[in-house]
């Protein structure tokens, strides 16, 4: 049995990328202002970045699971460790260091914000061009269920 696509609402596209970016952008002025050593600053912008592509990389090792795209084991695997290993280390981070606790919640809700969305917008991304493939004739803003 083929699975059933259904293209995201631009609604939900567009929320998405607000999302990603609110996070990041929140979380990088954050980072910017922010009245630590650069060394510092440097370490929590890695763990954003690592955290946003270990993220996207395991969404799209699930998703390829689930269209029968092989994925082996020990990447799978791998894509599973990296989102926690970026979480512990911004949780360790953000325990140890001296802001208040107001602005590490201020950190660490940008951070899960800007992982949800950068999921989300790979997720519909990836909708979007099965769409497409299966459905080459339709044009771009039409939804597969609106054929005349």
Same mark, same amino acid.
């Given at each position: 049995?083929?699975?059933? =696509?259904?293209?995201?609402?631009?609604? %939900?596209?567009?929320?998405?990328?607000?999302?990603? !970016?609110? &996070?990041?952008?929140?979380?990088? #002025?954050? /980072?910017?202002?922010?009245?630590?050593?650069?060394?510092?600053?440097?370490? =929590?912008?890695?763990?954003?970045?690592?955290?946003? %592509?270990?993220? #996207? *990389? /395991?969404?799209? *090792? #699930?998703?390829?699971?689930?269209?029968?795209?092989?994925?082996? @084991?020990?990447?799978?695997?791998?894509?599973?460790?990296?989102?926690?290993?970026?979480?512990?280390?911004? @949780?360790?981070? /953000?325990?140890?260091?001296?802001? $208040?606790?107001?602005?590490? @919640?201020?950190?660490?809700? @940008? !951070?899960?914000? $800007?992982? !949800? &969305?950068?999921?989300?917008? +790979?997720?519909?991304?990836?909708?979007?061009?099965?769409?497409?493939?299966?459905?080459?004739?339709?044009?771009?803003?039409? /939804?597969?269920?609106? +054929? $005349?």
């Amino acid at each position: 049995m083929k699975p059933h =696509y259904q293209a995201p609402t631009a609604a %939900f596209i567009a929320a998405s990328w607000v999302a990603m !970016f609110v &996070g990041a952008l929140t979380y990088v #002025v954050g /980072l910017w202002n922010a009245a630590m050593l650069l060394n510092e600053k440097g370490y =929590y912008f890695t763990i954003l970045m690592y955290g946003l %592509f270990s993220a #996207v *990389s /395991l969404q799209k *090792s #699930v998703r390829d699971k689930l269209e029968g795209i092989p994925v082996t @084991g020990i990447y799978f695997g791998l894509c599973w460790l990296s989102v926690g290993i970026s979480l512990l280390l911004l @949780g360790v981070g /953000l325990w140890n260091a001296s802001l $208040s606790n107001s602005e590490k @919640g201020f950190y660490a809700m @940008g !951070f899960l914000l $800007s992982l !949800f &969305g950068a999921v989300a917008v +790979q997720k519909n991304i990836r909708d979007l061009a099965v769409i497409r493939r299966l459905h080459p004739d339709q044009a771009e803003y039409e /939804l597969p269920d609106q +054929q $005349s």
